[in-house]
């Protein structure tokens, strides 16, 4: 049948497809777009996640299908799957499904973090670097993550119901699994044969860049990556958990300004305005004074990178980027309006393929070194007793609940949706069952 981008995009936006990756952005807007290349993140450059490496073992054809859809979408004469070199067996089984495809390629990327950020992506395997403040497409490039291409090739025949997730950390049985999406972090724990610590608590998330939860009945969503299970007083959960007030405190008595945090920021050095250290000197002034300073944070993209692996003191210039980003949010200055946009972009910096971080190291300084195990994929059919389905799953307006209680509903049923000018898109019932609760956060079904 004759390929429809119209029909296709909304195809996808039925299925409730958002970026898997984390930010949770709808796809559909991403295939409404006009693109050159298509690249695929599957860098999985977060220590211990192992569920992107996961889907591309078993499921190769359909990631594969995936790509090939979503360059017929936006027009793209090539797409690149940008893979670390050390997975070797996966490469070899990419290639060989790749070589019945002309024009999509696989590009070998270093053991580095963060690898999978799109602008060190886009860099690496295009040598195009994205202006600051824009996106991929800026340079004709559109990136998607691996269980994103995945659902897109699924989209014709099941919606988004289900999520992969890395179990691991300080758990018996490090796994990946797929889910109901709305079961509960615990739940997966318990299927991984629980905790091996007192206290557990963990890091929805990689650990660079995922949140600390101390409260394990979270649930899964469409931007679950996993869960690493770690005691509450891991050197990590209490660096991670520092309030406001002791990170600035610290901060402000014990920074030297040796702009380590700046010299390995993986965006300063592509070239781009970003310098932690002027953030870290803002701790001194007031904040107007300090709204000079504050503005080299605006380019900062959360990595952690500076407060976890770079700072010799071990402070928080990555915490002080965020809250320098919100003071200036507060006087409605964004990048737009601020000095950095005065600042033209320069070179790449020439030490930069010198200052990667390999993860090995990273994992070392983590404290993760007796958790970089495998986590294999079981796969098992889980019947929970309930799920939990949140109405904000994505970047955008929020869904609204178009059932209610004592409903009965199926399994890929569209229980809450968006108006269609709306950025965002639906979501669905991932069992079979009965409407037991709807509230302004989540709508629970009972199995
Ligand atoms: S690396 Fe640490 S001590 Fe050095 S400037 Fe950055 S925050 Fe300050
Ligand atoms: S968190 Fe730190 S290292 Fe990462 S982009 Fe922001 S300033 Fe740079």
Do not use: W
Request: proline share 6%.
């Amino acid at each position: 049948m004759e390929f429809n981008k119209e029909n296709f995009v909304k195809q996808i936006r039925k299925a409730g497809i958002v970026g898997s990756g984390g930010a949770g952005f709808p796809t559909y807007v991403k295939a409404n777009s006009q693109a050159e290349i298509v690249i695929l993140n599957a860098a999985e450059c977060e220590p211990l996640l192992r569920k992107d490496q996961i889907i591309m073992e078993f499921f190769t054809e359909e990631v594969i299908n995936g790509i090939k859809l979503l360059m017929k979408s936006v027009g793209a004469k090539k797409g690149i799957i940008g893979i670390k070199k050390k997975h070797e067996k996966l490469i070899e089984k990419l290639e060989k499904e790749c070589r019945k495809e002309e024009n999509i390629s696989v590009f070998k990327l270093g053991d580095f973090y963060p690898a999978g950020d799109e602008f060190c992506l886009v860099y690496e395997t295009t040598k195009r670097i994205i202006p600051p403040g824009e996106i991929p497409l800026s340079v004709g490039c559109v990136v998607n993550n691996v269980e994103t291409v995945y659902n897109i090739s699924l989209s014709n025949k099941t919606p988004v119901v289900e999520k992969f997730i890395t179990v691991t950390g300080a758990v018996k049985k490090p796994s990946t699994i797929k889910v109901p999406i709305g079961i509960s972090y615990k739940e997966a724990i318990e299927f991984c044969q629980g905790t091996t610590v007192k206290n557990p608590v963990g890091i929805d998330g990689g650990p660079m860049m995922g949140k600390v939860i101390t409260d394990l009945e979270t649930q899964v969503t469409k931007t679950s990556a996993g869960i690493i299970v770690l005691a509450a007083d891991h050197p990590l959960i209490k660096k991670k958990t520092q309030g406001v007030e002791q990170f600035s405190r610290i901060g402000k008595s014990a920074c030297d300004q040796c702009s380590f945090c700046t010299e390995f920021c993986p965006r300063y050095l592509l070239g781009h305005s970003v310098q932690p250290h002027r953030s870290m000197r803002s701790l001194l002034f007031n904040p107007k004074e300090s709204k000079i300073h504050n503005e080299y944070s605006l380019l900062c993209c959360e990595c952690s990178l500076c407060s976890l692996y770079s700072c010799p003191e071990n402070l928080n210039p990555k915490e002080v980027c965020v809250k320098s980003k919100n003071n200036l949010r507060e006087m409605k200055i964004g990048i737009k309006n601020s000095a950095v946009s005065q600042i033209k972009p320069k070179e790449p910096h020439p030490l930069r393929e010198f200052r990667k971080v390999p993860v090995k190291k990273l994992i070392k300084k983590l404290g993760l070194s007796d958790y970089d195990k495998p986590a294999p994929y079981s796969n098992f059919d889980y019947k929970p007793e309930k799920v939990k389905i949140l109405l904000s799953q994505h970047i955008g307006v929020s869904t609204k609940p178009i059932v209610k209680k004592g409903d009965a509903v199926k399994k890929g049923q569209i229980i809450a949706d968006v108006e269609e000018k709306e950025l965002g898109c639906p979501v669905h019932s991932s069992i079979d069952g009965t409407v037991g609760e709807v509230n302004f956060k989540y709508i629970e079904i009972i199995g």
